[in-house]
């Protein structure tokens, strides 16, 4: 697998792996009809202004980090590449170059991608509980993580 920087050529593998990683995550939470075609969503542009990294196995994308200084913004993996270690080299290419502290944000019931973070020293500094929108007025936890 390599580790290396975004460019436009995977704009649509990066979506097709946003759009199932996405997915999976929101079904966990039970906003499935929040979700949001990459293509559609009010935040490609902010994605697109973050510094990527994306996993490559065989020229296939596997998944991607998106980050910003002090943030971890985005990450997804694949569904069907998930505990292969990909998330974890793409968080150890990132740590390498973010300085201190990193923060970063993960539904609070999230405890696979928990475990993650965890795992690299980050640990929940704040919890809120908010409703999604005035349209699906659910409510939802959120964990804030930091790395010190």
């Given at each position: 697998m390599k580790i290396k920087s975004y460019e436009k050529q995977y704009f649509a593998q990066l979506g097709a792996v946003m759009d199932k990683a996405r997915m999976q995550e929101l079904e966990a939470e039970n906003l499935e009809p929040v979700f949001v075609a990459f293509r559609d969503a009010p935040y490609l542009d902010y994605l697109l202004s973050c510094k990527i990294y994306v996993a490559l196995e065989d020229g296939k994308l596997m998944g991607f980090i998106g980050f910003k200084p002090g943030k971890i913004e985005f990450i997804y993996v694949d569904p069907n590449a998930q505990g292969r270690g990909i998330a974890t080299k793409l968080m150890e290419k990132t740590l390498?170059?973010?300085?201190r502290p990193v923060s970063l944000e993960v539904f609070t019931n999230n405890n696979r991608a928990k475990a993650l973070y965890k795992?690299?020293?980050?640990?929940?500094?704040?919890?809120?509980?908010?409703?999604?929108?005035?349209e699906y007025p659910v409510l939802f936890s959120q964990d804030t993580m930091e790395l010190k």
């Open positions: 390498d170059e973010l300085k795992k690299f020293g980050f640990e929940t500094v704040k919890t809120i509980t908010e409703k999604w929108s005035d």
